[in-house]
Nanobody, 124 residues
Framework: QVQLVESGGGLVQAGGSLRLSCAAP????????MGWFRQAPGKEREFVAT????????YYADSVKGRFTISRDDAKKTVYLQMNSLKPEDAAVYYC?????????????????WGQGTQVTVSS
């Protein structure tokens, strides 16, 4: 079992920035692809970004490309999502996710470990 703990959500004005963190203690963090997903009220959960186990490859949803950056620090067993130029439509609960590195970091349906989520609110 992989435990994931998100933090860093909050209220920000449109155009502002937030950095989300996801800690994954107690496991071989470097053996997992990591990702961020989000779910807004009344909508299905959607993909935001993923990073490969090595950190060398990233994948972004078109809606966040150029504004969000996913990164990982294996020494701290933490993955980050830097969110810049936030828009009201970015408001959602953001979830950290992980999957073992035996498949592609782009295989979104195979992320099978999830955090509890952190709320991001963007005021216009």
């Amino acid at each position: 079992q992989v435990q994931l703990v998100e933090s860093g959500g909050g209220l920000v004005q449109a155009g502002g920035s937030l950095r989300l963190s996801c800690a994954a203690p107690g496991r071989t963090f470097s053996n997992y692809h990591m990702g961020w997903f989000r779910q807004a009220p009344g909508k299905e959960r959607e993909f935001v970004a993923t990073v490969s186990w090595s950190g060398s490859s990233t994948y972004y949803a078109d809606s966040v490309k150029g504004r969000f950056t996913i990164s990982r620090d294996d020494a701290k067993k933490t993955v980050y999502l830097q969110m810049n130029s936030l828009k009201p439509e970015d408001a959602a609960v953001y979830y950290c996710a992980a999957r073992y590195y035996d498949g592609s970091y782009r295989s979104l349906s195979e992320y099978n470990y999830w955090g509890q989520g952190t709320q991001v609110t963007v005021s216009s």
